[in-house]
């Protein structure tokens, strides 16, 4: 078991009292896992098939279930330290009539899991605010198939930089509040209301209806997540890859890249400067180009050999 950690406290406490994400629909990203999952889980065809998945920090299960939902030749396993949120996923799986998913509580600080390997590990918005991500990313790996695949969600620091800017502008005007008054309704009025729709902008881009924008901005474990969250920590792509092979991982695909991202860079010199770079100066220069607000990533398990010693 892992030492406790002040930061971890903090983070259960918070999703104890914020259950998060709810049960909804799956959300674009969520959508481009299922695609890129229908490729390698039964039924896809494919001889060779995964048949475990374990889902990493699952919150209240939403992800999980609308996987064992569509995938039920497929165990799943959630794993989340927060019971509330546990709770509401296992309610949720039982009124779906699910069979082939189960939740258990657990720190993913914490190593031995004994829950046997898994073809599939999800981590999906979940590392950034954890105490030490590299333990964290470790202790995945060790849950792995030698072939398996670890899909990884987190934040973006180029992209989500306003955003860290107006929760800062938040905490300022938090520390103004009374002890009584509810600091998810500030974060919505900041969200909504806030010059002119910029910091609903900040987080949500240009493209998102106005009627979804009032349907989030409804929901308080959201609002809580985005703006309220005792620890997120972004990430660039530079500090990334070598926190990713410190824990014996390497990148293997960057989902919801644009096609053929390097011609963005709009000019043939610029393209040849480009492809003089090694692969890690290229997805370094591309985080730089594109400024995401998250990375998508999936991940494959190095062997012993592979990984240099620090």
């Known amino acids: 078991m892992c030492e406790r950690s002040p930061i971890t406290d903090q983070v259960r406490k918070f999703y104890e009292q914020f259950h998060f994400p709810g049960i909804r629909p799956l959300d674009h990203d969520g959508l481009i896992l299922m695609r890129h999952l229908a490729a390698c889980l039964p039924g896809s065809g494919r001889k060779e098939l995964h048949r475990r998945v374990l889902d990493a920090g699952c919150g209240t299960g939403n992800t999980g279930i609308s996987l064992a939902r569509s995938f039920r030749d497929v165990?799943?396993?959630g794993i989340d330290f927060s019971a509330p949120s546990l709770a509401i996923g296992e309610k949720a799986a039982r009124d779906a009539g699910l069979h082939n998913i189960r939740f258990r509580q657990w720190n993913l600080l914490d190593r031995e899991l004994h829950e046997?390997?898994?073809d599939v590990v999800l981590c999906l918005g979940v590392l950034h605010h954890t105490a030490d991500m590299r333990v964290v990313l470790a202790n995945l790996r060790e849950t792995m198939t030698d072939e398996g695949s670890l899909y990884l969600w987190v934040y973006g620091h180029h992209g989500?930089?306003?955003?860290?800017l107006n929760r800062r502008l938040l905490d300022m005007l938090l520390s103004t509040v009374a002890s009584g008054d509810d600091p998810v309704v500030l974060a919505r009025e900041?969200?909504?209301?806030a010059d002119h729709g910029a910091v609903s902008r900040d987080l949500f881009g240009t493209g998102l209806p106005a009627s979804l924008k009032e349907k989030v901005g409804n929901q308080p474990a959201w609002i809580a997540d985005q703006f309220l969250s005792p620890n997120e920590i972004l990430l660039t792509m530079e500090s990334l890859l070598p926190l990713l092979r410190g824990a014996g991982l390497e990148l293997?695909?960057?989902l919801g890249l644009p096609e053929k991202a390097p011609r963005l860079l709009g000019s043939e010199l610029l393209l040849e400067r480009f492809e003089r770079l090694d692969h890690d100066q290229q997805r370094i220069a591309l985080d730089l180009l594109l400024k995401p607000e998250r990375y998508f990533l999936v991940l494959r398990k190095l062997s012993r050999s592979e990984v240099t010693p620090s």
């Open 190 to 193: 900041l969200l909504l209301n």
């Open 160 to 164: 989500r930089y306003r955003h860290s």
């Open 75 to 77: 165990d799943f396993l």
């Open 252 to 254: 293997v695909q960057w």
């Open 116 to 118: 046997g390997l898994f």
